[in-house]
């Protein structure tokens, strides 16, 4: 009875010493990172796009990765795409969503009639010009007013720009 007792005691000690490192079967996440290195998450691709396709929120899928990133003054590009950007090449599955190969949809399309908004103050003048090219928010837009005049201001709404 004793030597059942002794026999079942050290299945037990070697059960628990041993049972957990054969559940364990991944090996544990590296936490520590070299002093040029950063953990990100990017957007990925998950199946092809063509040029011009809009993104769709299946389109995208979120990985985890580590960097090599060797400028101490500067921090690398975080900016996700989202649904509604348009890619401007063709992309493969798999592939990193970033700049300026997606990009967000333009509030400003060339050729289109826009609000030319200049303001100082309580002082504002709402001029109606075309707009010289296509832009982004914040995006450097040119407006012509006439033949001979073209003003030069930033995105700031759909068919709307700030003059500078």
Do not use: C, K
Not at 59 to 68: C, P
Not at 103 to 127: F, K, N, Y
């Amino acid at each position: 009875m004793v030597a059942t007792y002794l026999l079942s005691l050290l299945a037990a000690v070697v059960v628990s010493l041993f049972l957990p490192l054969a559940l364990d079967t991944q090996e544990p996440a590296d936490t520590t990172l070299r002093r040029d290195q950063r953990r990100l998450t990017v957007a990925v691709a998950t199946r092809a796009l063509a040029r011009g396709d809009t993104l769709r929120r299946e389109d995208i899928a979120m990985r985890d990765t580590v960097i090599t990133w060797r400028w101490a003054t500067q921090v690398p590009d975080t900016t996700r795409a989202q649904a509604g950007w348009i890619t401007r090449r063709p992309m493969a599955a798999g592939e990193v969503l970033r700049a300026p190969a997606v990009m967000p949809p333009p509030l400003v399309t060339s050729g289109t009639t826009v609000a030319a908004i200049w303001q100082d103050g309580p002082l504002r003048l709402v001029l109606s010009g075309v707009a010289t090219n296509s832009a982004t928010a914040g995006a450097p837009v040119g407006v012509r007013i006439d033949r001979t005049r073209r003003l030069d201001g930033v995105a700031i709404a759909p068919n709307t720009v700030r003059l500078r």
